[in-house]
């Protein structure tokens, strides 16, 4: 018998063992090396410790998106919906916080996304909806809601119409731009996220319950796992990191009420950071930590190409292949298993 | 063996169960002990598997009682069945596989800290875990993840979560089909642990066997009636035997003696690593040959690898078909130095005239398209290729040595890795290769203004090198089930609702599938053609469909294994594999699908009929084939087949094993 | 021994629904319900113009440009697969197509893009059905590569300067009428009759109702599922680029966000009409009544004067209501 090994976190990653990590996690660790020097040596901004922190200070949100759908996937389900959730957050919470201040507003843009996962997980969970179905049917909706709240306009910002009061503003922007000491804020809530969702996945019957659901649904439903709870937990979980990441990345932007905030391939990102985090399509495997190695390796491939002077449809065009590729990859090592 | 009189364990009394269209349970009775392990016997369709499920809460009995240790109980769902202390071992594993042992062994019951944190006592769980481990005398990593685990130790470890969980009630659903010598002893002995710790077992098998080995007492059912309850030493097989199935083993096939012709498959050193090892057999038209064999030896894994379904290691499988149909791999040329020189040749030329059509079309300072000349002109032809640029060798021989390069390293590529049809690539690689040639432009064009074509065209060859490489190694297979039909063989897999049939379609779409071209005329399917065929067959093989356009999902399981069979009839495919043809089927069509393969035969066809059934067996096959553990371990002609030496075969012979006689065995097919 | 339990769910849903031969007819009666349903709004006086004459004609030349992409996206689904990708493709091949016009004459034009069409969806039935990655992930990563190259191309600008000459030949295609009958209908209908005889009277047409109803069983009956699945996603890319040009036939402007979210109403109309997820199921005919419901019911809608976004919301609701009534749902 193998002696019980200590759970340093970084070695032992849920659900999988040492030995099997290790190449995807070396590969990974390669090309985002690889991707580095490329950068470092091509442009000269991009080694530095400012552009790695305005990095995640700007990209924090794709973290939230990620690890929200790292937890749908690997319970074995799909959450297409996340941009649009996103959208929804933005602009209902812009409203709310010109009735009701920051905080206010704050709290009504967190519920309305956890509500929107919500629906999605009672349709998943209890009506039984292939989740593809279902999100797909809240990406439609929610697209279309957001869009209908605003009139198709967006809010505050650069446009005229209402604004929000100089102080409610400054907080909303406080929340992407704001810094804790040399810290930037967004950093830190990726950070405790990062510790939540992984001591959740870790330490939690929850998370075991995550793991099952995806690896044996029928083992873990007749173990007695509530499926419709769990998905629904799962789905308003998901719902409510949208919103983080919808109000994380509409301060970051403009303070403003974006209809269109969650319409461009963040859904993409999302999907495929995890996917080349090391999550398995079909669930039962991967996690938080690998999540983010492969949301590193999607936003610093977007900022070299920034400062490489590339466009941003060409970055699409680009981001776009990469993550195809790496999923090609991805399925054609699952073949051979 | 006397006993004390007290309250049994269980007492299930006249249950009754129907579902539509079929009375699963008649009023059935079953008393379990303590310290007990009660057998319960029965053939298809018994109503064993009802039984159990209505004992773990997943069905509802329609009548009846149910009194656990005296006290009348109503067991609602599967939570409630699992608090009152009953465990439900299933066939199927039920394992999360990524999870590891500790897990799985408390999956929905981990223990939590104290704190508002809830967090989980991993470590109390594991050790918990190494406690039953030990109980039962295992010895599996808790912490290793059950995927790693062979199936016998998987087993163990639903054990082990039974027993974690205080059960009073172990039912075990056929728990050795996946089992073989030592690890059924195993399997015992943890078994035996927990009868004498005061579980009582209820114990579903097929294997008339294990009845005196393990088992203290025996209910037998047949039909959903309840035919009795014996202690095991005061019975015997025959008399159980009699019990299950009312009849002696005088079941009448219609088997005839027949014309053998030639050798119409050969398999050859057929090997899957951990699968099966080594098989090799012929079958020659118009022999049945009978596959026998414990459920996982690996029999149907060797059918599926005959049929190209599943990758092998090595081996080979050869099919001989006097047919109309030309076979494509004669026509192919195998490798010379001859093609390759030529292919090398042609990529050599290839490049230079590549960048001149492209220069052509686009041009390379301005990356603006030119301006092509009017189509169907004349003069645009002479101009372009005749009077065009001209290219000479000396001045730039770059493209050409670049071509030429690309050439030689694709052949020797495919030489090393399939040395054969390089010739039939390359044409393929050529449209590759532009593909590659136009993308590689485009892309280039996004970063810079300026570049040399020849470049793109390497680049592109590259591309296209690599890419028919990485093909090459995608390819692992070669043998691949539209290969093996196009020979004519045909596979009526097991599990016919989910792998023979497409349950979303109609009969007579089911049954063309295999062979739509016999009734395809130029381009369109002759609608009464298919008609008239598809009614004939469904004559033929009296299959009872309200019409041709019924859903297969409504037909029951002895028609829709007619369905499948009429679809290779319908291909007129001359070798067949039959995976357990009659499981699941009533005696009427069983005799059906028996005569049926019985003329094929007699008209040439070669079968492979693989059965847990050894009256189907004896009474079916010309020779038999026994398989155990992956590997074929007898070839017995069918004067010398009987029940014992096919189970000696079968079953592993370490210490004497009690060849007692044997078994109808079957599979539950609920 | 007698049936054996069947295996879909036996409950009042599910009786009804076969009995009634729910999921064929289904939709016509909805499609009738809800043209009922205007027509008595616009007698009423809630709407104008719904029928009438002129209206109708526009509808169905609407609803004909739609036809190709909803019956391209149903061969696609009919094969368990989905396309994302078409909305975005139809961007990239329109200013593809435009600029090949301009550059060089309406009949290289056209082809230059039916070719980039076709091309990507080959791609896309490559990567699908060789390949074997998931189609969702596949079609979404086109959906922004295809984007993104038009997005290029045009340098986000319109392409829209057709000379006169140009602008009359290419909408005497598109918009010109028979008797209040589009010329378009006609191409749709051929089209329908050409694709409706390949699904139900030809070999092909088999083979992609196997795979998609049971994909293992069809590999096993000697089907090559990755051909027929590469087949759809290119006949799916063939259809982009039909609707491009007709499209631009109708009106001469493109550019690289002419499509965007098409895919929700090509989805929605696909579903709506009949055809499912899981694959195997439905058709052509499933795809014209999913057509024309969707396009009526917009077209009610924006003359009710319902704003664009809540139409938007309309949609997705008509897509979830539809896939749950017709799904067939994952057992308990």
Not at chain 1, 259 to 270: E, F, H, Y
Not at chain 2, 11 to 31: Q, Y
Not at chain 3, 31 to 54: A, D, K, R, S, W
Request: aromatic share 10%; glycine share 10%; net charge neutral.
């Amino acid at each position: 018998m193998r002696t019980a090994s200590t759970l340093n976190g970084d070695k032992l990653i849920f659900g999988y063992s040492v030995k099997e990590i290790s190449w995807d996690r070396i590969i990974m660790i390669g090309a985002f090396a690889a991707l580095m020097a490329f950068y470092s040596i091509a442009t000269e901004n991009f080694l530095t410790l400012d552009n790695f922190m305005n990095v995640v200070r700007r990209d924090a949100w794709l973290f939230f998106l990620a690890y929200a759908q790292t937890m749908v996937i690997v319970s074995g389900g799909f959450d297409l919906s996340q941009g649009s959730i996103m959208s929804i957050v933005s602009v209902m919470a812009w409203s709310a916080m010109l009735h009701f201040g920051f905080f206010g507003g704050l709290l009504i843009g967190l519920s309305v996304g956890t509500l929107c996962g919500l629906i999605n997980g009672y349709l998943i969970g209890v009506v039984r909806v292939y989740p593809f179905i279902a999100t797909l049917g809240m990406l439609f909706v929610g697209s279309g809601v957001a869009q209908l709240w605003t009139g198709g306009l967006q809010m505050g910002g650069a446009r005229e119409g209402a604004i929000l009061p100089k102080h409610v503003e400054d907080a909303y922007v406080t929340l992407s731009k704001g810094s804790l000491g040399p810290i930037p804020l967004p950093v830190v809530w990726v950070l405790i996220a990062l510790v939540v969702c992984w001591y959740l996945l870790k330490y939690t019957r929850f998370g075991t319950y995550v793991y099952a659901l995806g690896g044996s649904e029928e083992t873990a439903v007749s173990a007695g796992i509530s499926f419709s709870r769990m998905k629904i937990a799962i789905f308003g979980l998901s719902g409510l990191f949208c919103a983080i990441a919808g109000l994380l990345l509409s301060a970051g932007v403009s303070a403003a009420g974006e209809p269109r905030l969650g319409g461009g391939d963040q859904l993409l990102q999302s999907i495929g950071a995890t996917i080349i985090g090391g999550t398995y399509i079909f669930g039962g495997r991967g996690g938080v930590l690998g999540t983010t190695l492969g949301v590193l390796l999607i936003i610093f491939l977007v900022n070299g190409l920034n400062i490489m002077g590339i466009d941003t449809y060409r970055q699409q065009i680009i981001v776009g292949l990469v993550i195809l590729a790496a999923i090609w990859v991805s399925t054609l090592r699952e073949k051979k298993k | 063996m006397e006993e004390e009189k007290k309250t049994p364990l269980l007492e299930m009394k006249k249950i009754d169960k129907s579902f539509p269209g079929v009375h699963a349970l008649k009023e059935v009775d079953f008393t379990l002990n303590t310290n007990q392990i009660h057998i319960l016997l029965g053939e298809n369709g018994a109503g064993k598997s009802t039984l159990i499920k209505i004992l773990a809460g997943i069905y509802q009995a329609d009548g009846g009682e149910i009194l656990i240790e005296g006290i009348p109980t109503f067991i609602l769902d599967a939570r409630t069945g699992r608090d009152l202390g009953i465990s439900v071992i299933y066939q199927e594993l039920n394992l999360v596989p990524d999870l590891s042992v500790a897990k799985n062994i408390f999956l929905g019951r981990e223990p939590l800290l104290p704190g508002i944190l809830r967090r989980v006592d991993w470590a109390k769980a594991e050790s918990e875990s190494r406690e039953v481990m030990r109980r039962i005398g295992a010895n599996i990593d808790v912490q290793a993840p059950v995927r790693s685990l062979s199936v016998a130790d998987q087993q163990t470890v639903e054990i082990a979560r039974a027993l974690a969980f205080d059960c009073k009630i172990l039912i075990m659903d056929e728990p050795t089909s996946s089992l073989s010598g030592h690890e059924i002893e195993e399997l015992f002995k943890s078994v035996s642990r927990l009868r004498e710790q005061g579980v009582g077992v209820i114990y579903i098998s097929h294997r008339l066997d294990e009845v005196h080995k393990i088992g203290d007492c025996v209910t037998v059912l047949r039909d959903g009636d309840y035919m009795g309850t014996w202690e095991v030493n005061a019975v015997d097989l025959d008399f159980l035997i009699t019990q299950m199935v009312g009849r002696t083993l005088d079941e009448k096939f219609p088997w005839t003696p027949r014309e053998r012709g030639e050798v119409a498959l050969k398999v050859n050193g057929l090997t899957s690593l951990g699968v099966f090892e080594d098989i090799s057999f012929d079958i020659r038209s118009g022999e049945i040959v009978g596959m026998a064999g414990l459920v996982g030896a690996g029999r149907t894994e060797v059918a599926r690898a005959v049929m190209g379904a599943d990758p092998v290691e090595s081996g080979s499988v050869e099919m001989t078909r006097a047919t109309k149909e030309k076979e494509e791999s004669q026509r192919l040329p195998h490798y010379s130095i001859w093609t390759a020189l030529a292919d090398i040749m042609v990529f050599m030329l290839a490049l230079p005239l590549f960048t001149v059509v492209f220069q052509g079309i686009y041009d390379p300072v301005t990356l603006n398209m030119r301006t092509p000349p009017p189509l169907f002109s004349a003069s645009w032809f002479y101009e372009w290729i005749i009077g065009g640029p001209k290219f000479n060798i000396l001045d730039n021989p770059a493209p050409y040595l670049s071509g030429l390069a690309i050439g030689i390293i694709r052949q020797v590529g495919l030489w090393f890795m399939t040395r054969q049809h390089a010739w039939l690539t390359m044409w393929r690689d050529f449209g590759i290769w532009n593909a590659f040639a136009i993308f590689t432009m485009v892309i280039a064009s996004f970063f810079t203004q300026n570049f040399k074509t020849e470049w793109v065209m390497i680049t592109g060859g590259v591309g296209m090198v690599v890419l028919r490489f990485l093909f090459i190694l995608n390819h692992e297979r070669k043998w691949t089930p539209i290969l093996a039909i196009r020979r004519g063989l045909g596979l009526l897999p097991e599990d016919r609702k989910v792998q023979g049939l497409t349950q979303v379609l109609s009969v007579a779409v089911n049954m063309t599938s295999a062979n739509i071209r016999r009734v395809i005329n130029r381009f369109f399917i002759n609608m009464a053609m298919e008609k008239d065929l598809v009614d004939e067959h469904i004559g033929q093989l009296s299959i009872a469909t309200p019409t041709q356009d019924t859903l297969v999902r409504f037909l029951s399981g002895g028609n829709q294994q007619k369905v499948v069979l009429a679809k290779w009839l319908f291909r007129r495919a001359n070798v067949l594999v039959f995976d357990e043809p009659t499981r699941g089927i009533d005696v009427g069509a069983k005799f059906e699908v028996h005569s049926q393969m019985l003329k094929l035969a007699e008209n040439g066809a070669a079968i492979l009929m693989i059965s847990s059934e050894l009256p189907e067996i004896l009474g079916m096959s010309d020779r038999v084939l026994v398989m155990r553990e992956g590997r074929l371990t007898a070839n017995i002609p069918r004067e010398e087949a009987t029940q014992e030496s096919i189970l000696r075969f079968a079953m592993v012979t370490q210490e004497s094993q009690e060849v007692a006689s044997d078994s109808v065995s079957n599979g539950d097919n609920q | 021994m007698a049936n054996v339990a069947p295996l879909y769910e036996v409950n009042l849903w599910n009786r009804i629904s076969t009995s009634l031969n729910l999921e064929k007819f289904g939709i016509l009666v909805a499609f009738i319900l809800m043209m009922l349903v205007f027509y008595i709004l616009q007698l009423l006086g809630y709407v104008n113009n719904f029928i009438e004459i002129h209206n109708l004609t526009n509808q169905l030349r609407n609803a004909s440009l739609l036809f190709f992409i909803v019956a391209g996206q149903s061969m696609v689904l009919l094969v368990a697969g989905i396309d994302l990708s078409q909305g975005s493709l139809l961007s990239l091949s329109s200013v593809v197509m435009a600029q090949g016009i301009l550059d060089f004459g309406i009949a290289v034009g056209v082809l230059m893009g039916l070719a980039i069409a076709i091309m990507f969806g080959f791609v896309n039935g490559y990567l699908i059905g060789k390949i074997k990655i998931q189609p969702f992930i596949v079609t979404l990563s086109m959906l922004f590569i295809c984007q993104g190259i038009a997005l290029v191309f045009t340098g986000g600008r319109t392409i829209h300067q057709f000379t006169g000459r140009q602008k009359d030949i290419l909408q005497a295609i598109g918009l010109t009428d028979f008797y209040y009958i589009p010329g378009v209908f006609f191409i749709a209908l051929a089209f329908f009759v050409v694709l409706h005889l390949i699904l139900t009277r030809t070999a092909l047409g088999r083979a992609i109702y196997l795979t998609g109803g049971n994909e293992e069983a069809a590999r096993l009956t000697g089907i090559d599922t990755g051909k027929v699945k590469l087949i759809c996603y290119l006949i799916s890319g063939i259809t982009v680029g039909f609707t491009t040009f007709l499209y631009l036939a109708r009106v001469p402007v493109a550019n690289g966000l002419l499509g965007f979210q098409l895919e929700f109403q090509s989805l929605a109309a696909t579903v709506v009409g009949g055809t499912t997820f899981e694959g195997g199921q439905g058709g052509v005919i499933q795809a014209v009544l999913g057509t024309l419901f969707i396009t009526f019911l917009l077209n009610g809608l924006i003359l009710l004067g319902v704003g664009t976004f809540a139409r938007e919301v309309a949609l997705g609701a008509m897509l979830i209501a539809a896939v749950i009534l017709t799904a067939r749902r994952r057992q308990e």
